[in-house]
């Protein structure tokens, strides 16, 4: 074999495993460009709240909101904290944060307040689940464990999340707002998943601290 057939072999040879091997890189690309994003928000950087902030390294950012008072909040707003987020396409989001928890569960006695959820200008859903889910709730540091909070719609865009307390909880020998949150996730969720409904179902209230809110399934 002479050496020019021999070089165009070999340069042959060099473009099939070029192109094989560029098949799943591409497909690979194209997949991730695909993939839509996870959303995670720190908690303690809000675009507006009343809750105060808290130093600890144990946060993933080093801080974390802190909300421990007897002090009722203000009637107009309850105490809250107003995020903003952008989602990149229309999608459900299954909805997670580390947080304290409203009931005890193995790893911690104490229990936080009852979240209430507003997305935009929407109406405030409670985040109110049975004893079961909250309990099962894994460990994270501290007081905070990782909270399943169901799934909210968004449409491609800016949008605003925010968290609201407006109930005390029962501590050893009083009662206080209670809340911690580290940050919140918002994650596609793999295949197809309904979205959440809302139903006016009344629920047990340490204090009638505001209107009844809607409660999310």
Do not use: C
Request: aromatic share 6%; net charge neutral.
């Amino acid at each position: 074999m002479d050496l020019d057939r021999r070089t165009a072999m070999a340069a042959g040879l060099g473009a099939v495993v070029t192109a094989a091997a560029g098949v799943p890189t591409a497909q690979a690309a194209q997949t991730a460009r695909a993939a839509p994003p996870t959303i995670t928000v720190p908690g303690e950087s809000p675009a507006r709240t009343n809750i105060p902030v808290a130093r600890d390294r144990r946060a993933s950012g080093g801080r974390h909101l802190a909300l421990l008072t007897a002090e009722r909040p203000p009637s107009d707003s309850g105490w809250y904290a107003t995020n903003r987020v952008r989602a990149s396409h229309t999608r459900v989001y299954a909805l997670t944060a580390v947080a304290t928890a409203p009931v005890e569960t193995p790893h911690n006695e104490a229990n936080g307040s009852y979240l209430q959820l507003a997305v935009d200008e929407g109406p405030f859903i409670d985040l109110a689940r049975s004893q079961p889910h909250w309990y099962e709730s894994p460990p994270t540091w501290g007081d905070l464990s990782v909270l399943d909070l169901g799934t909210v719609e968004l449409a491609g865009g800016e949008h605003t999340l925010t968290f609201r307390v407006v109930e005390p909880t029962v501590l050893d020998d009083a009662t206080a707002y209670v809340l911690s949150l580290d940050h919140f996730t918002l994650r596609p969720p793999p295949g197809r998943h309904p979205t959440l409904r809302e139903a006016s179902v009344p629920r047990h209230r340490a204090d009638s601290a505001t209107e009844p809110a809607k409660r999310i399934r």
